[in-house]
């Protein structure tokens, strides 16, 4: 899923194409795409681009008389700047915005349709969209701690979850645990002030920084083969292979269709973490410690 650095570089991306430019037709593919009736889609067309910006995870494009398209691309979908008028594919294809100078793309891959548009007339409208979580960046430590208590939760989970924290996702929050040392299971509420000043600092560090590379991948061209995974992540979809700091083997709990990288040699002081499915079907056998998993 696009996160937060993807989703910046796809506004570094759009704002010098369609900011002042004419959103000309809203052609909708996908019946489950569209997720509003009123504003109608011809409400949009005709109207200038006044700007974009990110919601969470959600694209939107400001346009003229207080109109707004937002566009989340859940897991799958996907943005493609083409040429004025480029057909919608029929197998991918979920959406194409006709701009005076290009046509912006929606794809969706799979057989799942999870991507979403909202079309919405007002700040009430557009603030409805907005999940409320803070961005990391407007975070002073003590703020962040705030956020971090609110609700007893797992570290994984509490990153993850928009109502407290914006644009994070699986694979961020999985760097962002391995930066700070700390264990995805571990409970907020049993960190001491040292640990959250660790931890502050190092999801500061881990959205600036790959926010920066994202952008700079892109740079005047748009964003390509988008995804939350990179060669250079240290624990995010490196399960088997040796921690870049310690050398200690990547390991991965999977529930729901979501998994988690983590190093025990750097995040658990070398406990394996157990995977619900796994630990249950091998249950003595499974490894508990680094020492368990090289013998």
């Avoid at 990391?136 to 797992?154: N, P």
Wanted: include cysteine.
């Amino acid at each position: 899923m696009p996160e937060l650095p993807e989703i910046e570089a796809y506004l570094h991306a759009l704002r010098p194409r369609v900011v002042g430019h004419e959103l000309e037709q809203l052609r909708v593919a996908s019946f489950s795409l569209l997720r509003t009736y009123d504003p109608p889609t011809t409400a949009v067309e005709g109207k200038a681009v006044t700007g974009v910006h990110r919601i969470g995870k959600r694209i939107a494009i400001d346009l003229e008389e207080d109109l707004a398209v937002v566009i989340h691309l859940m897991v799958a979908g996907r943005l493609k700047w083409l040429e004025h008028g480029a057909a919608v594919p029929k197998r991918y294809g979920l959406a194409a915005i006709d701009f005076d100078n290009g046509t912006l793309l929606l794809t969706e891959a799979g057989t799942k349709r999870r991507a979403t548009m909202h079309l919405v007339r007002g700040e009430e409208s557009l603030a409805a969209l907005d999940p409320g979580g803070a961005e990391i960046a407007d975070l002073d430590r003590e703020a962040f701690k705030e956020r971090l208590l609110t609700e007893r939760h797992t570290l994984k989970r509490t990153l993850t979850d928009a109502r407290f924290f914006s644009g994070i996702g699986g694979a961020f929050a999985d760097e962002i645990l391995w930066r700070a040392k700390l264990s995805p299971t571990q409970m907020n509420t049993n960190l001491d002030d040292q640990e959250i000043a660790r931890l502050h600092e190092a999801a500061v560090d881990v959205l600036d920084r790959w926010t920066a590379a994202r952008i700079e991948e892109t740079g005047d061209g748009f964003p390509e083969k988008v995804t939350a995974f990179h060669p250079d992540m240290g624990v995010h979809g490196k399960f088997g292979e040796p921690c870049p700091v310690c050398g200690a083997p990547i390991q991965r709990i999977v529930h729901g269709g979501r998994e988690t990288n983590y190093c025990p040699g750097c995040q658990t002081g070398g406990k394996i973490l157990a995977d619900r499915a796994l630990s249950r079907l091998l249950k003595n056998d499974w490894p508990k410690t680094l020492d368990d998993l090289v013998e």
